[in-house]
């Protein structure tokens, strides 16, 4: 979708199914007045710099989510192209500056590029203080309870056995409601990309829990590509990457390969809904 002349228009548009047994249903059609029981912002890969420039198209998304009030912003993973104590700093004085009408829950990703620059030390100890300077107000595992739904982060450097524990908790915790798993790298061969920028390990755990929502980024493709969100055992959003992106998206690929879009999903009782939205 794109917002401008005071009003949001549809950018593409499709359906998708849930599969059997994920008592999930996903759409990018629907058209209510009905009100959702939370949104979320999301994005991914926004590979800021030392620089406020550096950070413009991740201020332009919130500046667009603090006008949509949501109560809930994510960013999945590689949030800066380097460790940067300056750029971390940065990007936390915009977040607390831009959002005044609503404090929306925060959830960020530990991926590979805070790791950059600093592959000496263990990547725990990295994320901690990456912890410190972003203020974040979680650890790279975590089991959120949000408005009664769980929310579960994962670090892409991915302990099969403690993320399986921690999704085994949230199914005993939360019966019947989807489990919203935010992480860096997607499963293999879900969603477009993935096939070879996915991991077998995270395709057979999540396989067995298809509650799951799971959101990723990592592969650098274009967020208006249907390819995106897929659906089989469990569903699964790629949400891009806000910084560019690379590969092809036949029948939806911009002159340019800038990429300023992110998605907002809408929660219902009985079904998602998202929208892929021009921050400009």
Request: proline share 4%.
């Amino acid at each position: 979708m794109i917002r401008g002349a005071g009003k949001i228009a549809m950018l593409t548009r499709k359906t998708f199914i849930c599969g059997a047994g994920s008592a999930i249903a996903v759409s990018a059609l629907a058209v209510t007045e009905e009100k959702p029981l939370w949104t979320a912002g999301l994005m991914t890969d926004t590979h800021i710099g030392e620089t406020v420039e550096s950070c413009e198209r991740v201020r332009l998304a919130y500046e667009l989510l603090n006008d949509l009030e949501v109560d809930l912003v994510a960013n999945c993973g590689d949030i800066a192209e380097r460790y940067t104590e300056r750029g971390y700093k940065i990007l936390r004085r915009i977040f607390d500056r831009t959002f005044t009408k609503k404090k929306p829950q925060e959830i960020w990703v530990y991926a590979n590029h805070e790791h950059v620059g600093r592959k000496d030390e263990p990547f725990e100890t990295v994320m901690q203080d990456v912890r410190k300077l972003l203020r974040i107000p979680h650890d790279l595992y975590a089991l959120i309870d949000f408005k009664g739904f769980p929310l579960v982060v994962f670090p892409q450097w991915l302990d099969m056995e403690r993320a399986e524990n921690l999704l085994a908790e949230a199914v005993r915790k939360y019966p019947g409601k989807p489990i919203f798993v935010f992480d860096h790298a997607p499963a293999m061969d879900t969603t477009g990309g993935s096939l070879t920028g996915g991991t077998q390990k995270r395709r057979e755990l999540f396989n067995r829990f298809p509650q799951i929502v799971h959101f990723s980024g990592h592969i650098h493709g274009s967020i208006r590509s249907e390819r995106r969100i897929w659906q089989g055992e469990f569903t699964a959003h790629n949400l891009g990457c806000l910084a560019g992106w690379s590969g092809a998206a036949v029948g939806a690929a911009p002159a340019r390969k800038d990429e300023f879009c992110v998605a907002v999903m809408e929660v219902f009782s009985d079904r998602l809904v998202f929208k892929r939205i021009d921050v400009r």
